[in-house]
């Protein structure tokens, strides 16, 4: 092995393995460095995306099969937890398939170090783990260390057996009574799939509704459905304390405490960050006052030979965005970048066109720009509403609770030129629906774009059209009505 790369990526989740395979692909001598080999793939493949939509896979048709019941057929039983977890583990296994070391080594050619990486320097780093240490250096460093779960701090939590994303994957019983903390997209995620597999959740949240970086309606009808399926919902409270191994006090706002009692506890308050062991100073890299590596919107650090991606990157000016596509944004931007030639040409990087899914169901989808950007960017706009109610589909599979927002241009005088600036959507397979609006964002298509198109009845994405098509109706202007009825 070398010990002078072109670039070295710590980290081999999301951001470092994109960023690594990416870079050797286009001829660079590449290094990439995790700790051990069966944290290859990072929090995405070992606890995080993939292990968690297993699960929800799995409660889904467990879910089903309850549904059936009206019908005829009769499905009884307890969940198998540690059976429902060995299909979560097989499937991480089949992607571990190509995220090891030696599936690196040998078929993208990189050469690949397991231990942990320290920086002795502002280009050279110290490699200590099983085979001793060494020290590398590199033009350039892409710190790719993602993140881990906040703590929970509350008097008596010694006494309790805490879970995080971090191990809840490794449960083998089914709690009775599951007691969730955090109401963002791991608790709501992981809520609804252990409620349907069986168990009582609570979920506790400290903000007024469950993910609050959804709009309010659609946290609303989400926390609905959940309550409906037998979710305990409790909102504007905190942990005050653990008084023994299965009962906890909330505090509420108004001053009074509540006693829920509990057989397990996941908890899922947000994220911070592994940078401990870096040793970030001795590289002159600095961290800002939330504990985050400062960052320029070109996502390098106080030291110009380095830079961060995927987690590691939530000090950017754009602000944080915890996703795997994120990180593939990232490490998209960076090697644009670095590839380019001259400072001048170099791209910022911008979530204008960034979404997510929760997965839910039925799920959220949010893209493009909120009512939020919207307003402080003082970018004038429209919100169109469509309810489900009418659409076909969705009486014929009975969805619930399903709404698409959009955030448009202000309609002009030709409606059908009017262009989507950011919207969200809830429904069943909302992530898969919103597919071409999202494209439509990034593209500036217009209503026009989706008034034309003829979609296959009854599928379910006609509801893109279908908004369109009762937007441009109440807003066409008196003389298109006049001039089509004078040449009918
Ligand atoms: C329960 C859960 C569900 C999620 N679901 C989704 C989802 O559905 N969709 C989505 O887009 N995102 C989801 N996410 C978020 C997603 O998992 C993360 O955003 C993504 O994995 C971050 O990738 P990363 O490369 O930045 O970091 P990580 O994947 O955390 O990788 C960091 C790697 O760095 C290594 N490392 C750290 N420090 C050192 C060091 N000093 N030396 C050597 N190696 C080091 C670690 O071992 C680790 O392998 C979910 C997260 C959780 C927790
Ligand atoms: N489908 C997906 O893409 C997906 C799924 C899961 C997680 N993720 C990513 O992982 C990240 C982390 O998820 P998360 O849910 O841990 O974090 P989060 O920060 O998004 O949500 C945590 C929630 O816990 C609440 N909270 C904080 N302290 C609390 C306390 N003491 N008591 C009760 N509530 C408290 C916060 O107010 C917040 O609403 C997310 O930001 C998301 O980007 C993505």
Redesign the pocket.
């Known amino acids: 092995m070398k010990s002078h790369y072109d670039l070295i990526a710590i980290g081999a989740g999301s951001a470092g393995l994109g960023v690594s395979i990416a870079m050797k692909r286009l001829g660079f001598n590449v290094l990439l460095i995790d700790r051990y080999d069966h944290r290859i793939g990072g929090d995405c493949l070992n606890d995080?995306?993939v292990p968690?939509k297993a699960l929800i896979h799995v409660s889904r048709l467990i879910h089903s099969a309850k549904r059936s019941q009206p019908f005829g057929w009769k499905s009884e039983g307890k969940t198998d937890l540690a059976a429902v977890m060995q299909y979560v583990r097989e499937r991480q296994d089949s992607i571990r398939v190509h995220e090891n070391a030696a599936y690196l080594r040998e078929t993208e050619e990189l050469d690949v170090e397991l231990g942990t990486a320290r920086f002795v320097g502002k280009q050279t780093i110290e490699i200590s783990g099983g085979n001793g240490s060494r020290v590398v250096s590199a033009k350039n460093i892409v710190l790719c260390t993602g993140s881990k779960?906040k703590t929970?701090n509350a008097t008596g939590i010694d006494q309790v057996k805490l879970y995080t994303n971090e191990t809840i994957f490794s449960l083998e019983t089914l709690p009775e009574r599951l007691l969730i903390?955090?109401?963002?997209?791991?608790?709501i995620?992981l809520c609804q799939a252990f409620q349907r597999m069986g168990s009582q959740v609570t979920v506790?949240?400290?903000?007024e509704r469950i993910l609050?970086?959804e709009l309010p309606e659609v946290s609303d009808l989400l926390q609905k459905r959940l309550t409906e399926e037998g979710v305990i919902v409790k909102l504007n409270?905190?942990?005050k304390a653990f008084h023994d191994a299965n009962s906890v006090e909330l505090q509420l706002e108004n001053g009074l405490t509540e006693l829920i009692e509990f057989d397990a506890v996941l908890v899922?308050?947000?994220?911070t960050f592994n940078f401990d062991d870096l040793n970030l100073a001795a590289a002159g890299i600095e961290l800002n006052d939330k504990g985050q590596i400062k960052l320029n919107d070109y996502l390098q650090t106080t030291n110009e030979h380095v830079f961060a991606a995927g987690d590691a990157a939530a000090g950017l000016p754009a602000g944080q965005?915890?996703?795997s596509h994120a990180a593939e944004l990232h490490v998209a931007t960076l090697i644009t970048n670095f590839i380019t030639p001259g400072q001048v040409l170099d791209k910022k990087l911008s979530y204008d066109h960034f979404s997510?899914?929760?997965?839910t169901d039925p799920e959220v989808v949010t893209f493009g720009l909120s009512e939020y950007d919207l307003k402080t960017r003082k970018i004038s706009y429209e919100r169109i509403d469509y309810d489900f109610a009418h659409d076909d589909r969705a009486v014929i599979e009975d969805y619930e609770y399903a709404r698409l927002i959009l955030f448009t241009e202000p309609t002009g005088i030709n409606p059908f030129s009017t262009k989507i600036l950011g919207g969200t959507m809830i429904a069943p397979n909302a992530g898969e629906l919103a597919q071409e609006l999202i494209l439509a964002v990034q593209q500036k298509l217009t209503a026009g774009d989706f008034f034309n198109k003829i979609y296959p009845y009854p599928t379910a994405s006609r509801v893109n059209k279908s908004i369109w098509v009762d937007h441009i109706s109440d807003n066409l202007p008196g003389v298109v009505r006049k001039a089509v009825k004078w040449f009918y």
Not at 181 to 187: D, M
Not at 204 to 207: D, N, Q
Not at 356 to 359: E, K, L, M, Q, S
Request: aromatic share 12%.
């Open positions: 995080g995306c968690s779960p929970l903390v955090g109401a963002g997209p791991i608790g995620e506790v949240g400290a903000e609050t970086k409270r905190k942990v899922a308050i947000g994220r965005r915890y996703f997510w899914v929760t997965f």
